[in-house]
DNA sequence: GCTTGACCTGGACCGCACTCCAGCTCCTAG
DNA sequence: CTAGGAGCTGGAGTGCGGTCCAGGTCAAGC
């Protein structure tokens, strides 16, 4: 068997998004819920480790550690971190060892960003539980203390 | 005094944002925290719940309902409402009662949205808690378990 | 009388994060 | 042999949510 030029071996491989040892874009796509687009994007936005190497035809050939990186990188744009800070991060890792506490401050300010922002929508949530709870009175008993009225400024109720 | 055309009567009052019973555009940005361009937006957009009347001078004169109502309208926002459904939430709070069913299953849609949401965060704060132990680790040991290496692919630790 | 500051309008512009498209190359299955 | 599917590139387009700007009106203070 041709062990040489890639694209051999692989028979029913392809169907489950594996190219010879590594896997197409399409099993990527399937592994981490992103589009191809946005891994493509992403790539060219540095937010990979590295420029995905290709095969024979020029097709992109991920491995597990990709996909790996990828779904911490989906972690963090999940949890808002802006796709330039993540890539700020990706360059401290590919650059290799040495530059941790760098890394470290910069998760840590994401993990206090994030707590803030859950902080935050603890404090809405309070608001919106709030008047909800004054509609469902409303809903219930026909009180309207408390409704906004179509136009403001008449005896103006509790907000 | 002139009781008639607007801008008399109001002396000092004018340097705090009052406008004869009312507030000026920059009293609200000053009791909203939002910006004279996103009130004038937000008001196009229809997510007050009246076209705010004019003086004389063609000036918006606001009052405090509302600000109010404003104040609602930034927790919605922040907690991530689109402006599109905030626009919808003050249609049907303009059109007066009888639509209060309504107003509360949005609001109860918008409270279940951010649960999850917060929920979501909690899971990817984890993740990120995760990762800065790691990191911890590392930095105060020396220890490289666990850390990306600049090309994956070698002996793949712990993602 | 003149400047200054707050406000007005309509419309252009922006940053972000994708998403879509045209036109092309491969490979494989029928 | 041909059709179809997956992938490729460079570049344009999209949706959202504001933000900025030019050119103008007022009213007040110097």
């Known amino acids: 068997m041709d062990t040489s030029a890639d694209g051999a071996v ?3 491989a392809v169907a489950e998004g594996a190219v010879a ?8 796509v399937r592994a981490t819920g992103m589009s191809v687009d946005t891994l493509r994007f992403f790539e060219r ?7 995905v190497p290709r095969n024979a035809a020029g097709r992109r050939v991920y491995e597990q550690a990709d996909v790996d990186w990828l779904s911490l990188v989906a972690r963090l744009r999940a949890s808002g971190m802006p796709v330039a800070t993540v890539a700020r991060f990706a360059a401290l890792v590919r650059s290799g060892p040495g530059n941790e506490a760098l890394r470290l401050e910069l998760l840590r300010e ?4 994030v707590r803030e922002r ?8 309070e608001i919106i539980q709030g ?4 509609y469902e009175r409303h809903v219930r008993e026909g009180t309207a203390a408390g409704l906004w ?10 907000p």
Do not use: N
Request: charged share 20%; net charge negative.
């Open 10 to 12: 692989v028979d029913d």
């Open 21 to 28: 040892g590594g896997l197409s874009i399409g099993g990527v």
């Open 45 to 51: 936005e540095g937010l990979l480790l590295r420029p």
């Open 110 to 113: 994401h993990e206090r960003a």
């Open 118 to 125: 859950i902080a935050a929508l603890g404090a809405d949530l």
């Open 131 to 134: 008047k909800v709870a004054v």
């Open 149 to 158: 009225a179509p136009t403001p400024s008449v005896p103006a109720d509790a």
